[in-house]
Every structure is written in C-alpha cells, then in structure tokens.
C-alpha cells in the first residue's frame, strides 16, 4: 500500500509565504512524477506545479515566479516552496503521485490535502 502525506498548510497573510511538503511510503519502486494541485470552494480542481524524476517542471500561469517545486532530500518527498502568496491562492492543496511503479501494479496517488488560506 502507498500513502502520501502531506505537511505545511495554514493561514498567512498576503504576501506571506508558505512551504508545503509531501511524503511518499510504501512498497515504491519509482515513481514518474510528482505534482501539486488545488480546489478552491466551487471550482474544480487545478494543476499548480509538477516536477518529474527527472527534474523537469511544469507550472500553472497564475503561480508562475511566485510558486517553486522541488524534489525533497528524501526519496520520494516533494516540496513546494509558496510566496508572494495572494487571497485567490487560498484552496485545499493535494500532492500526486503519478505512474507510481509498486511490485505489482502501476498507478496513480493522492493525498488527503492541505488547506491554506491567505487572509489578512
């Protein structure tokens, strides 16, 4: 079974910053890529950032100079690294697993999400 778990939500006031972090356990033998997406209320979830094992990334426009990922020291952890944070960031952010490769099957994960709100 993999599990991600996801650390570094909260609230901060515009401008602020965040850094929120994701872990990834279990019977792993690789995993493709990993990313961030958010739900704000109402709206359906969003890309914010993807980072590859190769290191390649991918950012949503909005959060582009703003937002950073990272792969973390750890093996399988990803970090991304949140400033200049503004009110319409404010959501529930979920870190994914992409093409996760175990012993005995090759899928996808999500973790449960984070809430961050950015509210003076």
């Known amino acids: 079974q993999v599990q991600l778990a996801e650390s570094g939500g909260g609230l901060v006031q515009p401008g602020g910053s965040l850094r929120l972090s994701c872990a990834a356990s279990g019977s792993i033998l690789s995993i493709n890529a990993m990313g961030w997406y958010r739900q704000a209320p109402g709206k359906q979830r969003e890309l914010v950032a993807l980072i590859t094992g190769g290191g390649n990334t991918n950012y949503a426009d909005s959060v582009k100079g703003r937002f950073t990922i990272s792969i973390g020291n750890a093996k399988n952890t990803v970090s991304l690294q949140m400033n200049s944070l503004k009110p319409e960031d404010t959501a529930v952010y979920y870190c994914?697993?992409?093409?996760?490769?175990?012993?005995?099957?090759?899928?996808?994960?999500w973790g449960q999400g984070t809430q961050v709100t950015v509210s003076s």
């Open positions: 994914k697993a992409d093409n996760v490769h175990t012993p005995w099957y090759t899928r996808d994960y």
